[in-house]
Structures are given as C-alpha cells and as structure tokens.
C-alpha cells in the first residue's frame, strides 16, 4: 500500500528496482517486502549488485533459519529424547523436512520424503514442524543428528543445524576379584570393573558392609590396616594385610544414572606357622633317608644281583653222551677231555 492509498503497479515497482524485473500485483509495505521480492528474483535478471546494496543498508532479508533449544540434549536410555530444530524464518510455505544420523564418514537418513526411514518408522516421529521425538533411546542412538530444511522459495534456499545427542547408561554389576586367603605380611590386590556404563563409573569398596576410605591412615577406624582404593580403576591395594583384613569384600560401580553392586566375596588372611613349615620338612627328610637305608641292605643282601656275562644271562648247556668236559684257567670256561669213540 502506498503512503497515500493504492497498489504499487509492475511498472513502478520496475523502476523503482531499475532493472527489468516481472511481478505480480502485491501490497507494498515498504521497506520489507520490496526489498524482498527483489533479492528473491535477483539471481534471475542480474540484479545481484542491486540486492547488497539495499542489503548494506540495513534493510531486512527473508530467509531460511533454524534455531534450536538444546543443540546437546542428554537423556537416560530407554527414555524419551526430543532433538529440536526450529524454523525461526522462511517464506516458503511447505518447506522440505530432512533429518539425517551422522556416524564418522557414514550418513544415513532419518526422516525423507516425508516419511521415517527403516526402523526409526516405529520408534521415532517429527513433533510440530521439524523437530524430532525418539522412543526408548538405547545406547546406540547417541551421536550427531542433522536437521536440514530446503525453503526454495527463500533467498538462500537451504539451511542446517546439528544436534548432538548423549545417552547415559546405568552401570550393570561389575566383575571382582579377590584373593580367597593371603598370608600376614603379603600385600594383595582386589579388582573391580564395568563396561557397560555411561559416562564411566567411579568405584567404591567395602568390607562387612562398611565403606572403606580411599586411604585407610584418613580414617582411624582404620589404622591397623595399610591399604588405597582408586575410584577411578576400582583396583584395593593392600601393601600388608593384617589379621584384621579378614572379610567379606564387595565394589559398587556408581555414575549419574545409577549404581551396581558385584556379589561378596572372602578373603582370608592367615599367620605362617614356620615350627610346622620346618617340622614337615625333618619328616620328609627322615622318611627319604630310610628309604635310602632300606635300599642299601637289600642290595646288600643280594636281593638286587643277577648272574651276568658280557650283560647278558647265561645257562650251562647240558653235557651230551660220551663228551666230558672239563674246566681250565687257559682256555676258558670248558673244553673236551675225551674224543668220541667210534
């Protein structure tokens, strides 16, 4: 509408843009839409020069934006997770919605052609115009998600924004290990860990219930044990157990979500009895030395000799009919006395 009433007609609006621009009737309010019906069919007659100057002069432009409320929303798992993108300026009235999953060098689509894709069909739906609603989030679905809307009716025609989205998972029951005895003395080491939380756990050690502190001198209920707990490895080192150290020992794996116990487990320390050490060894030693004094009487007694010649055992032959034979030093064992008669 011009200041004193009526419609601005093609040909003033031509003149006034001084370039051979083609539009249709339309209500002026200067400066707005003017200047954005001409920026819009610049890029068709030539006009871009014209366009950034009325730009510099501070006249405002229409074209697609997007905003967001929490571009890194973080949500527990299997809960709900809204990522939002709103369209905060467009003149184009269906837009094209696109919303993609972004995973190192790998994109796959999330919402194209008006439609959700694969199996974000049955857990996953735009809520208002753009914005992006998950149904029992797992772990897998953290990552970066990117919202993209197409307005070709704007002057910059497409525009994006990322959502980052974290999934924190509670930690499930970790693994221990733990020495089942120790002697007095000996150092020991007892092991928890988990794998499955997010963000990582922090560790925590108890013995018959009772928290242990992560140094056993800051606490005096603990001053006759020597041992440190790292929170984060969730390792219980123990430089010299004492008796006082027997017990049940159990880890609780703990982050923002939620925590998870590992079942108890024994440990037992035990004084060294060196009478009994050395006396076992004097019964070994007086068992071996009369096995010993037993093998060397009956060998002895000739019950380990066997009559050998050349290592080989050897029987007389019996003497035949009318031969004798005779024993000498020179000729060996045997040898004829006598010759057959014939």
Known sequence: MLPGGGRLSEQVFTKTL????????????????????????????????????????????????????NTHPVVQEFQRAELSCIISSTTTLNPRIEWKKIVGKDTTYVYYDNKMQGDWGTRAQLQGRTSLVIHNVTRADKGIYRCEVVAPEDINIGAEININLTVHVKPVAPKCRVPPSVPVGKSATLHCQEKEGFPEPTYSWYRNADSLPADSRSNPKFQNSSFTVNSRTGTLVFTEVHKGDTGRYYCIATNNVGSAKCEEQQMEVYDLNIAGIVGGILVVVAVLSLITVG???????????????NGNSYKTPTKPDGVNYIHTDEEGDFRHKSSFVI
């Not at 093998?295 to 010649?309: D, L």
Request: aromatic share 6%; charged share 20%.
């Open 18 to 69: 001084t370039c051979p621009v083609v539009l249709r009737d339309m209500v002026w309010t200067p400066p707005l839409v003017c200047l954005t019906v001409a920026e819009r069919r610049l890029s068709r007659v030539g006009c871009e020069p014209a366009a950034r100057r009325a730009m510099s002069r501070g006249h405002k432009t229409l074209a697609v934006e997007l905003t967001s409320v």
């Open 295 to 309: 093998i060397c009487c009956a060998y002895r007694k000739g019950f380990f000799v066997q009559n050998k010649q």
